[in-house]
């Protein structure tokens, strides 16, 4: 299958792709800077969508977006993250249009912020969306792809969790006071993580793509999400190491300003039900596992 992708650079495109090409399908990613692109040997990368008019993609894997956790949340900061999420769906839509053919499926990236903050609440894909900045973000992204689908294109949207793999990603900024002996709990830590294993992931989005009647929204976390003082907790036994020193919420705020309370001090229980019911398995369902297979790489 010739696929499209966008953030095929990032943390979950760079084991996206590999796993693609091993299943034997055409890659083209689609960047800012096709020539600094570093990129597995076989992978076309572009810099307009228009160039794939002579051969137009199968499948589009759509997951640009500016990392959330980089920097402080400025105005400014908050138009990029609408830009890379929105204007690039909105600009890519536009280019498909001219393309031959519409590609037979479209995966679009979201993130559980969809949600926004609910306390103890379970979540699931029928669940109502949230308030605040990361969930008006997330709907307009989801927005964005939905007239693909009155071409007959069929339509995923994976609502993505905290992904957990090396190197990078939330694991990445972790490890380093956890393994000092210094991590722990963020504020109260009652708050819920809803995390899934880069693998499962990369492992979802291939099940979207081969699944023929697999449309509408999907959350791409795993089946048990755990508390932030438990994930402190799970990690500082995996590394053997003391993780009871907590981060006060109000340091947390100093220090990164509004994003603390979307992103840290907060958070959803969410539940990858509509995979799990369509038959999707999670090789990593529990965290201690996950963490684990992780950090013996």
């Given at each position: 299958m010739q696929?499209?992708?966008?953030?095929?650079?990032?943390?979950?495109?760079?084991?996206?792709?590999?796993?693609?090409?091993?299943?034997?399908?055409?890659?083209?990613?689609?960047?800012?800077?096709?020539?600094?692109?570093?990129?597995?040997?076989?992978?076309?990368?572009?810099?307009?969508?228009?160039?794939?008019?002579?051969?137009?993609?199968?499948?589009?894997?759509?997951?640009?977006?500016?990392?959330?956790?980089?920097?402080?949340?400025?105005?400014?900061?908050?138009?990029?993250?609408?830009?890379?999420?929105?204007?690039?769906?909105?600009?890519?839509?536009?280019?498909?249009?001219?393309?031959?053919?519409?590609?037979?499926?479209?995966?679009?990236?979201?993130?559980?912020?969809?949600?926004?903050?609910?306390?103890?609440?379970?979540?699931?894909?029928?669940?109502?969306?949230g308030s605040g900045f990361s969930a008006e973000l997330c709907a307009r992204w989801e927005a964005a792809a939905t007239p693909v689908?009155?071409?007959?294109?069929?339509?995923?949207?994976?609502?993505?969790?905290?992904?957990?793999?090396?190197?990078?990603?939330?694991?990445?900024?972790?490890?380093?006071?956890?393994?000092?002996?210094?991590?722990?709990?963020?504020?109260?830590?009652?708050?819920?993580?809803s995390w899934i294993h880069r693998d499962d992931l990369v492992a979802m989005m291939q099940w979207l793509l081969d699944t023929p009647d697999a449309g509408g929204a999907f959350n791409g976390t795993a089946p048990v999400p755990v508390r932030n003082v438990d994930f402190s907790r799970t990690l500082g036994r995996v590394l053997q190491r003391p993780a009871v020193l907590p981060m006060p919420a109000p340091a947390l705020r100093l220090l990164v300003g509004p994003m603390a309370d979307e992103l840290l001090l907060s958070g959803q229980q969410v539940l990858p039900q509509r995979a799990m019911q369509a038959g999707f398995r999670h090789r990593y369902p529990t965290l201690e596992g996950a963490l684990r297979q992780i950090l013996a790489q």
């Open positions: 696929i499209l992708i966008t953030g095929g650079t990032g943390f979950i495109g760079s084991a996206l792709l590999p796993a693609l090409l091993a299943q034997g399908h055409r890659l083209t990613v689609l960047t800012r800077n096709p020539a600094g692109a570093a990129l597995p040997a076989g992978v076309r990368a572009i810099a307009d969508a228009d160039d794939c008019a002579a051969e137009p993609p199968q499948a589009v894997i759509n997951l640009a977006g500016e990392n959330l956790g980089a920097g402080r949340w400025s105005d400014a900061r908050r138009q990029v993250f609408i830009d890379s999420r929105v204007g690039t769906t909105e600009r890519l839509l536009t280019a498909s249009a001219r393309w031959p053919r519409p590609p037979a499926v479209w995966i679009n990236g979201s993130a559980i912020g969809w949600y926004g903050a609910r306390g103890d609440q379970v979540l699931t894909e029928d669940s109502t969306p689908a009155a071409r007959g294109t069929r339509l995923a949207v994976i609502r993505i969790g905290i992904v957990l793999g090396l190197p990078g990603g939330a694991l990445g900024q972790m490890l380093p006071p956890f393994r000092f002996g210094l991590g722990g709990p963020l504020g109260h830590g009652r708050q819920w993580m």
